[in-house]
């Protein structure tokens, strides 16, 4: 929106700059009320240059792995900066001001141009001042911030006030001070009690993010790099991009929101451009990126010009870099078997034909096998207190964000008790959540009914990176009571107040025969057994007709092929189980595989005796050949280390445009290596030397991607010392164990 | 958003429409289960024709006043039809559907594609249907919509079931039934109680608009026009432009929240481009429009392109028409003194010099002389219970909707209460009703401090059109509660509890001595006299230095140029009341006029006894010259009216490319009438013939509008007789004395 006469426009970027005049007379300069000579000789004082003591203060403020030459510091929390006069300050007589200006328009009242005082003139403001010592001409003064205030880029200046009028130093980028938000600071919005949740959910700079399925999760690295040269001005330049007003930049849940809005290219420009069509010529592949870094950089370089292209894990990474940037404590969770695209009614719509088979042409509500989504921990001030804490955050856009939905952020507890009526976009979420899968079959008239109502399948394990671990956390429990509990019978009922449609299909009756599908991890390219196991409760025995309908299927649960359907028929004897084991074999899915290989299998079978029908489904996530990661050498800051990365094509057909990534944040930036095709039986080995430039846990991340081929990842973790240390033998072993170890993520 | 392969979009268009073939076989029918005769038996029956009951059932529905071939109907309320066959329906051995689809994805499970049974199969759906009546051939079926059904234009088919499938009558347009939501349904989320709220808020397709100041509320008439030709079309192409999926389109909260987002252009093509600038030649001025039809009907024939230019009246006047004419029950409301961009602080600074002259630059808040938005009355299902009823809906696009904000609904008791953490926006509203005015005074060295704090300025008087007159209704008490009550304490402390920062410049001493600004109704272009009342409640005397600075401001509150600023002194006596007499010449402000012609006056007080400060403003709104209306001739149904609109330039300076509207929903489609100038003393006069269509109370609009002078309107209420019926005198002589009356519309 331009700005018009006529209507007022909020300052709404951090870039643009006013100019202050470095000499500004008073107003009342021809008619001082001081006299002459006080005048004259408080306008002496004179401030030749400011120390920022960006290291001192850096490291005070947990921000020195910033890779950025200014200070950076924590809101609510002191840091101290020396100011050189030309004579000894005076503090009983001369009066000198600190200004900090953000944006284009500088207002005391908007919070965009603060100033404090020391000397004999107080200020009541904010932002706290004090004079810290005094030495000679040199005086060292703490400021403050408000652990309220604006989060962003300040200029400094300082200005010596006098009866004439005001002396500024002059406009110095070098004194700019980036103030964050502050996980450390019980009075801030977003504290967090313990070290070890602010050390991995504001300071940990590589992760990892779930995918697979729920009974095989997989991992893949992902390196969030918010320290990492350029991140954070990025970070500031997605929120002037899209002119969020810098008077709410202090509000962790306004920007949360904003964030989520930003990451994809739907809103304004922001950072990514959405793609699930398996075609991603024009840009990268969404399964080919390594972290955040990569993106974000590009997008700055490019003139804040939207990255291609993203699925949501990418969106969720690159909104956790610009999270944990600005100083907020945030993490990715996968939510797997995620109901999407809902129509907010609590239930998704499988249609079966006649002979059980799934109709493809009917059947349009679809479970991705997992997505991706953010949390981050703030004291929501705009709710009641006991929806403070984890707040659901997404930013992949979902076909309704484009006008009723933009995700978040939500609360976590009240999303578990099932309070729907609270800001923000609550009811999406708890449709991903608890819907039900509902199996529908049409007779030989088309006429369809409900046979079988699976309430547990939809939001069926819901995890996240443990703190200082790969291992996830299962935290299903904090979003959902356990299944059949009285405790969520309450919070579907409390749903079901706020709006959320009855579910009118129940009570249902259930045949007392149950069908459970089972696969082990199966190699993408080989041929594997499923066993359908039958479950007789009932006292009598009872036969069973069975139908095997085989699908490949996007990661997004949208069917692409049907590749198998399968009669089988059983008996089973009262209180018996029964296995019946499918043969798959890997030409029948492997022309059809697409992006992440995933196959959906759905079973329908029909008990004779009853006339009862039941159905279940499963998805079975193909595992890719391992890409290897060996480093040798010893992981020392400034010494070499040689990185020898390898693949083999293991498939009888052609790899074609090959992208290779190595990546990790305080090792190397992101190589990108392409190689324009891969044999059948061929393999590629890429060596790479790397020269540690931090010392500490460093994650080394590799991932191969091609059309046809996806999600080939692997990571090794490194521990870098000092640059001076010697080498403790033990890990020196360690290391050399990694090398031998080193093998696919898969856990 | 483009559909995009391996994810699924919601179908989202009404207009886009799926081909359902006339013949489709039963999957069954090479192993029939019926026996071949029966199949040929029943496939014998056709259905020749189907009769819509057009006039019958729009007389039932109270939907005969929409200009409209179709049948509509108001969901929840049986309508009948009469479906004609080729020989006599035997209701035990036929099997007939009908079939109403909307979109081009029809789905059973979607409520997109509904299926009811007349004859020997009963479906179970949520649309009822019977037979009502059997004569031979003619069956006349009865159907009731779910009250909870989609709003829009569905397809009907009548198909007959056999055993070889269904055979379906051809596709016609003719036969496409609206559904609309119900205010008379107890059952319909949008239920009225009383007919007389459901006749003005859903049927009268007329009403007034108010503006001015809140102590001298001015009107103009807003021709809604829900009812003409093609604005219920408009109204559908509006949500489909929009791609709002059909499945949200039952629900009352959602399709209000999107069409507060339709309105205006800034989200992806909707109705109306916002302007404020004071440049409007490539357009419609905001102020030139007479209603909602001219604008919907544009919108339409030019292929969903925004129109130009609206400001808040224009959004909220076409955001009325859509929620009637979809069957909401929906009001213009009026707030005068609203805060606006305000970034939820509750604060409006205004910043003065040393003098007390308001300094320009400093000041960026603005107060709204008025803002309109209009309230939908529904079941908020969303939320508890004691929070439905009407909600805040708007539309004019703020500054802060690209981000966060886009306004609405959101629950006007919940807003009373403070209670802010419900969806949607309530924060944004609530400070438009709530801020405090800050006024801060800066010292000679530009140190600013706050001088006084008025809480009541804002959301000053809250008004809407009362039921069946065009006199204003007082709703600030729907609002707010009284200043200074216990119950409005605790709402901000409620509001404080959800977020809203304590106003921490309390408690604020005040001086003890009052002033008021007080001013008449007065003419654009006439001098006059504005008087400060300085009121002492003190026991001693005081003397009080008064500065008066003069604006001229937009709509907006934002400060177009100062044209006055004047000091006085006055000594007032104990418990006295003095007043200041300030003389404002026209010169000194027709040269700076803008827009509608809004003066802002400012005054300060400093009380030298007690050194302290106070300051009060006042918006004068200068009154336009008058338009005159005159109608001859018998107000009857197609009979010749006369129609008389003249206007005299009563300035000095030529008025440039005038436009002349003359509009009336029922009498005369919106004529436009242009004048390339009008000079000093000289006058227009405007004669049109009008036939009026449609009996009953109606309203003639006329609008005049040149850059130089905005507001013109007035307007003219006819009460239409039915063509045939006799006159009876007394509406003739009151007709006459309507054309006697006329005058300028200011109350």
């Known amino acids: 929106m331009k700005r018009v006469v006529g209507r007022y426009s909020l300052a709404n970027s951090n870039l643009d700059e006013s100019e202050l005049p470095e000499f500004e007379p008073s107003s009342d300069v021809w008619n001082p009320r001081g006299t002459p000579d006080e005048a004259t ?15 001192e203060n850096k490291a005070e403020h947990i921000t020195d792995k ?26 009983e007589q001369d009066n000198v001001e600190m200004e900090f200006l953000i944006g284009s328009a500088p207002n005391e009242n908007k919070g965009t141009y603060i100033i404090v005082s020391i000397g004999k003139e107080k200020r009541d403001v904010s932002w706290k001042c004090r004079v810290v010592n005094i030495e000679g001409k040199d005086v060292t003064v703490g400021i403050t911030p408000d652990p309220k205030c604006i989060v962003g880029r300040f200029r400094t200046f300082v200005a010596v006030v006098s009866g004439l009028g005001k002396q500024r130093t002059p406009k110095n980028p070098d004194t ?71 008077v709410f930049r202090g509000n962790a849940t306004e920007v949360v929101r904003q964030g989520s809005a930003l990451m994809n290219a739907q809103d304004d420009d922001g950072v990514l451009v959405g793609n699930w069509s398996g075609e991603y010529s024009t840009g990268t592949s969404p399964t080919a990126w390594t972290g955040s870094t990569e993106i974000l950089l590009k997008y700055a370089s490019e003139g804040a010009s939207p990255v291609a292209f993203a699925q949501c894990w990418v969106f969720a990474g690159v909104l956790n870099t610009f999270l944990r940037c600005l100083g907020l404590p945030a993490r990715v969770i996968t939510n797997f078997c995620s109901a999407h695209d809902n129509t907010g009614n609590l239930k998704t719509d499988i249609e079966l034909d006649e002979d059980g088979k799934v109709d493809k042409g009917k059947t349009r509500d679809s479970i991705w096998n997992y997505h991706c989504w953010n949390e981050v921990y703030m004291k929501r001030t705009d709710l009641p207190e006991k929806y403070w804490g984890w707040q659901v955050v997404d930013s992949t856009p979902q076909e309704t964000s484009d006008g009723l939905y933009r995700c978040g952020p939500t609360s976590v507890s009240a999303l578990k008790e099932g309070e729907l009526s609270y800001q923000f976009d609550s009811r999406f ?38 703190r200082n671990s790969n291992e996830y956390e299962d935290i299903t429990s904090s979003y959902k009571y356990p299944e059949a509990s009285l405790k969520e019978r309450e919070a579907m009922q409390m749903a079901e107040s706020r709006g959320v449609p009855t579910r009118d299909y129940f ?8 069908i459970e599908l089972q696969a082990d991890v199966i190699k993408m390219g080989e041929d594997f057994k499923l066993n359908i196991n039958i479950k007789n409760q009932t006292t009598e025995k009872c036969n069973i007709h069975i139908a095997l309908t085989g699908c490949v299927v996007f990661y997004t649960g949208v069917t692409s092929s049907v590749f198998k359907f399968e009669n089988k028929d059983a008996t089973v004897e009262p209180s018996q189980t029964e296995t019946v084991q499918i043969s798959i074999q890997a030409v ?24 009862q029908s039941l159905s279940t489904m499963r998805v079975v996530t193909l595992r890719p050949p391992e890409l290897t990661i060996q480093v040798t050498g010893t992981p020392q800051v400034g010494t070499e280390l040689m990185v020898n990365v390898e693949f083999l ?47 500490g846990k460093k994650t080394l991340i590799a991932c191969l991607d091609c059309s046809a081929l996806r999600q080939v990842t692997n990571q090794i973790e490194i521990d870098v010392l000092k640059a001076m240390d010697k080498l403790v033998t033990r890990e020196t072993d360690k290391e050399k164990e990694r090398v031998v170890e080193n093998e696919n993520n898969n856990p």
Chains 1, 2 share one sequence.
């Open 41 to 55: 000789q408080a306008a002496s004082l004179s401030a030749l240059s400011v120390d920022m003591r960006v290291t």
């Open 649 to 695: 094509n293991p498939y009888n057909f052609i790899l074609k445009n090959v992208q290779l990534r190595l990546d990790g944040p305080g090792l190397i930036k992101t190589k990108l290596k392409k190689y324009r095709q891969i044999f059948p039986g061929g393999s590629i080995k890429y060596k790479e030397s790397i020269i540690p430039q931090v010392h």
């Open 429 to 466: 979420v708890f449709a991903e959540l608890n819907s039900d899968v509902i199996y529908h079959q049409s007779d030989e008239n088309g006429k369809s009914k409900i046979i079988y109502v699976d309430t547990a399948y939809v939001g069926r394990l819901i995890v996240t990176k443990k």
């Open 588 to 611: 029948e899915y492997m022309r059809n595989l697409v992006e992440q290989s995933n196959l959906l299998f759905v079973v329908y079978g029909n008990v004779e005796e009853l006339n």
């Open 176 to 246: 700019d001070v980036y103030v964050l938000f502050n996980a450390w600071d019980p009075a801030d919005q977003v504290y967090m009690e313990k070290e070890e949740d602010r050390q991995e959910y504001v300071l940990n700079d590589v992760g990892v993010i779930y995918n697979g399925e729920f009974n095989n999760v997989t991992v893949r690295s992902w390196n969030y790099g918010q320290f990492e040269q350029g991140v954070l001005d990025a970070c500031l330049l997605v929120l002037d991009t899209a002119k969020v007003p810098l």
């Open 66 to 91: 910033y890779n950025n030459s200014n200070l950076i510091v924590r809101r609510g929390k002191e840091f101290t900066i020396i100011i050189k006069f030309d004579r000894a300050f005076d503090e």
């Open 507 to 514: 009570p249902f009756t259930e045949a007392g025969v149950d």
